[in-house]
């Protein structure tokens, strides 16, 4: 009987949680698949069933597939280098020296601030302009003319990726620091003491230690990177063109500018299904990682 009421306790505690989440995140998924299915403009009270005329739609609009394209690149571009980088600041951070607190500091302090004020700092250094800063240090350093960095397709799209690179490394950094503090020293004395090399001791010591961390960081940079707006909306505004739509600034554009909540929530309907794709694919794939390392 005891038993019964502690765990009742508990079931209790969880109600106004489950309350929150049904409210905000069920009980809205589950109306944007109903207006998906319909031509609900955000005014009208009346709206008609369209069957899945908002998703057919979806692959015929060029706005949308630009986004889907650019979306994917961004997040696994970012992904990809912030994973690369990441990992080896951290093992440099995790290093005896006088000043490693102070770097580490320095190297986190990018995530603090918003990512639209960054995005808005990081307009003005990459201005396609002659005055821009970066064009500015290409012509007096380098004797180079201005180059296109947020005018020109692809360097648009390069450049929304080095920003949020840089924005995020660090707080990845200290993500695998933490796993990396909680590595035994002794693996590192023993492989020393066989004559293993520092590179051998990372390769064969560092990163299968660090696949847990690696699950966690990959995971939040996919699902960060599929949500992507305000990096790309601040430093190009989706431009040039649409080549620097992301999905979510097509959603906002088409439900909330263009009031076509039909479509808006098929967009997110197919989004939700393909973040949640990737999400299980890469959990399910890493942990079989973290399985075969153990």
Do not use: C
């Amino acid at each position: 009987m005891t038993r019964f009421v502690r765990q009742l306790q508990y079931y209790v505690f969880l109600v106004p949680i489950l309350a929150v989440y049904s409210l905000f995140t069920v009980y809205p998924l589950i109306k944007a698949f109903f207006l998906s299915f319909t031509n609900f403009d955000g005014y009208s009270k009346v709206y008609d069933f369209v069957g899945l005329q908002n998703y057919a739609r979806i692959f015929a609009d060029d706005a949308i597939l630009s986004a889907i394209s650019y979306t994917l690149f961004f997040t696994f571009a970012k992904a990809l280098l912030v994973t690369v980088l990441a990992i080896p600041l951290a093992v440099i951070l995790d290093q005896k020296f006088l000043t490693r607190n102070l770097l580490r500091a320095v190297f986190f302090f990018p995530s603090i601030p918003s990512a639209l004020l960054l995005a808005y700092i990081w307009g003005f250094i990459l201005a396609p302009i002659d005055s821009g800063v970066m064009n500015t240090i290409l012509r007096e350093v380098f004797g180079v003319g201005p180059q296109p960095w947020l005018a020109d397709p692809l360097l648009a799209k390069l450049s929304t990726v080095v920003v949020a690179t840089w924005a995020i490394t660090g707080w990845h950094a200290i993500l695998y620091l933490a796993f990396l503090q909680s590595i035994p020293r002794e693996y590192y004395e023993a492989a020393a003491i066989d004559g293993a090399s520092r590179f051998r001791q990372f390769r064969s010591i560092t990163l299968p230690l660090l696949a847990p961390a690696m699950t966690i960081s990959v995971m939040l940079l996919l699902t960060g990177g599929f949500k992507v707006f305000e990096i790309p909306f601040a430093l190009t505004k989706g431009g040039p063109g649409y080549e620097t739509y992301s999905i979510t600034q097509v959603i906002v554009l088409r439900g909330i500018t263009e009031t076509q909540y039909g479509l808006a929530s098929a967009m997110s309907i197919v989004f939700f299904l393909i973040v949640l794709s990737v999400a299980i694919f890469q959990v399910t794939l890493m942990q079989r990682r973290e399985q075969n390392v153990q």
